[in-house]
């Protein structure tokens, strides 16, 4: 992952300060140790601390197009690169690198936001253009790479990660009450909304402009459900697009690994590298003093079956309890479960066997309902048309077990007739409407009480 951060006048005011753009660029290091990149003029400063993966030698950022009035930062890859190039090429567009981010530059340059609907990537990226001084910003289509942005002093004021911003002596840090409620409900801010007042994420599948002082976002991707005919052939098509995925994100020009976790979705992904590398794959797990979550029997069975070098991390309690700051630190969220800090210890491993990129099995459970909450809900819609069953109760308690809890406190039946009364006039969701509402989808009778959310 790379950094970017930066600044737009869109009032008549002083030039951007160089000293606060390298500020911003100091707060996100950790996401590009390689090297800083600034673009600065009269109306924009641009930066990028970069993570070089493609063109290692002439990928710097900012990167301009052949007569200088384009600039871009760039965080993510565009895994089609190779193909888009020969076609930009075809219509005139020099190439002064063999980077993925000058062939985005030029699709822009090209196609304008229309450029968005040929990516297959990850990105999140700014383009300046000089002719007309407008800032475009854009964020892939389920918001893979983080962008977020805030609005002061005639300012507006960008970056990939919050604290790059915050670091603005004119952004306040202060706690969104919403926000916070928010991830008390659903364990993470709903989009736009971020955990401090007035800083926003570009939400997924949107883009921004900023010309003339007028700021507009817009939609240019939404999920689709269509319904398709029972004859298509699920399974197949599943397995050639997942291979296709896999293939495509190993290009790279330093080494790919994988994580092994010892379930089915990083065994699958470290499996289709197996099967279409000949080069040395180094596989990363993390094992567990509780032996709840240990799964490393497993992580050595999928090693020694795929023949992979295998890289492991030991996590205790304390282990975890010791650097969930530094979790929140860059999760910049307050957190209500303890998940993402194994993942930490194991992405510092990776970092620490000088790996750049791997490949895992995260989003799995997301996108094929394999989550708890999924098979809660076809549950609830059940037990939604028994009212008068006394199993409801009980099955408050397991599904609610916090809730519960309140027992002693404040009246159960109290606890009991305020959840139901809240909770069941809306109409219940079944789990493909859990999926829809975790990807975003439009669901009529939710629009109207949440926001979008990727």
Known sequence: MCGIAGIVNLAAGAPPDERQLRQML????????????????????LGNARLSIIDLSGGQQPIANEDGTLWIVFNGEIFNYVELRPELEAKGHRFATHSDTEVLLHLYEEYGPKCLERLNGQFAFAVWNTRDQSLFLARDRLGVRPLFYTRTGGRLIFGSEIK??????GVRAEIDPVTLEQVFTFWSPLSPRTIFKDIVELPPGHWLLAKRGE?????????????????????EEFESLLVDAAKIRLRADVPVGAYLSGGLDSSTIAAIIRNFTSNRLDTFSITFSDADFDESSYQQQMAKFLGTDHQVVHATHEDIGRIFPDVIWHAEVPLTRTAPAPMFLLSKLVQD?????????????????????????????????QPESKWRSRLFQRLYPDIAKLVGIISTQLVHHQFIEKFTPRPPLGANDAVKVHFGGAIPELNSRRDQRA
Do not use: C
């Open 215 to 235: 700021v507009t976002v817009n939609r240019y991707w939404q999920m689709s459900f269509a319904e398709v005919p029972a004859s298509r052939d699920y399974l």
């Open 353 to 385: 066997r000088g790996y750049k990129v791997v490949l895992t099995g995260e989003g799995a459970d997301e996108f094929l309902a394999g989550y708890d909450i999924f098979k809660e809900a076809k549950v609830r819609r059940f037990w939604a048309g």
């Open 26 to 45: 100091a707060m996100i290091r950790h996401r590009g140790p390689d090297e800083f990149g600034i673009y600065l003029d009269d109306a924009v400063g």
């Open 164 to 169: 790059a911003i915050l670091s603005d002596p």
